[in-house]
DNA sequence: CACAGTGGGTTGCATAAAGAAACTCTAATG
DNA sequence: CATTAGAGTTTCTTTATGCAACCCACTGTG
């Protein structure tokens, strides 16, 4: 299984993608950052598409069809990521236009929520065969821990500095 | 820019994680630890329940308010945290039994993705106004951030060690 | 003693969201 | 000309959520 190569390129928000939805989750009289947050992608399937175009998952189909999602819900999900300003589309071709979707600055900010999550469900869905996957370090191979620190050269790492490993699972 | 090399896919399935509670929801094909713990706790409420009763609102009809939760949900998610050994359900008075539910070590080891949640938010939806609470480091002061890391002191902090204050806001 | 209030829920019904499957559209390929 | 692929819509059904009302065993107040 080779690693996928991901073009983390940021671009800006992009007006053109209008969509009149809402959002539907409201927590009310919350004025707390924890639910705000989950307002923006603490649904159901957002922080699966998040890790799976992290993971080079940057078609639809391939979404669509590694996560098991219904194709409609997941063409909502993607125009809430792209209106919250999470997700970008770009077409990589036209005629009959083809998109692909990428992770803005602030969708890979989101990197924090994912590894917190890997790191609880390692200690406790995946008890006794250890981690799946593990998180290193590129540069120097040590792994990361859910501080997203390189357990090895004790580094604080952002989200360019990590790739996933397949753990001893 | 250059490309990132990130894979988070994960390997093999495993059924130590397979639950006999009901989880309604099932990502299916997805043999991930990201995955495997949002199928416990990444639904509408459960992460903000969590948050409620680890600031100190342990009764049914503090969270119900404070959350805006209908009461039938509320009931389902917490007999689901419980299920899933996440949340502890304690008699405090008998006659008409009474209850308060605290957080087991499983449910206050989901502190780090509330912080990831709390850093995220701070930084995407509250930029102007500062953030509305703050953690802060109870023994020296310091105010902590997503990772967890006591700004003033250094240290590498537990749940056990932060408080929640007001923040500027 | 009557009656309101409190804590911790159930029950029933209406609405909103998710899922499954079929359909559309455009262009390229065989 | 038929088929395939990508990226969705559309339609219909199932499931989840929200809302309001209700229940029950006390407890405190006039």
């Not at 598409?49 to 979404?63: P, S």
């Not at 890997?118 to 120097?140: A, M, Q, S």
Request: hydrophobic share 35%; charged share 30%.
């Amino acid at each position: 299984m080779q690693p996928t190569v991901i073009d983390l390129t940021v671009a800006s928000r992009n007006p053109a993608c209008d969509n009149r939805s809402v959002l539907y989750h409201d927590y009310p009289g919350q004025h707390c950052s924890i639910a705000a947050s989950l307002e923006v992608v603490g649904e159901r399937w957002s922080l699966l598409i998040i890790r799976d175009i992290l993971r080079g998952r940057r078609r639809f189909d391939q979404m669509q069809e590694s996560l098991g999602i219904a194709r409609n819900v997941l063409t909502k999900r993607l125009n809430r990521l792209i209106e919250a300003d999470i997700v970008e589309r770009r077409r990589y071709q036209t005629g009959p236009d083809r998109y692909e979707y990428f992770l803005t600055e602030k969708g890979l900010d989101l990197w924090p929520v994912l590894m917190a999550y890997l790191g609880w469900g390692d200690k406790y869905c995946e008890p006794e065969t250890g981690p799946p996957r593990l998180i290193v370090h590129k540069e120097c191979g040590g792994t990361v821990n859910d501080r997203r620190i390189c357990q090895k050269c004790g580094r604080e790492l952002e989200v360019r500095d990590a790739e996933s490993i397949p753990g001893p699972a």
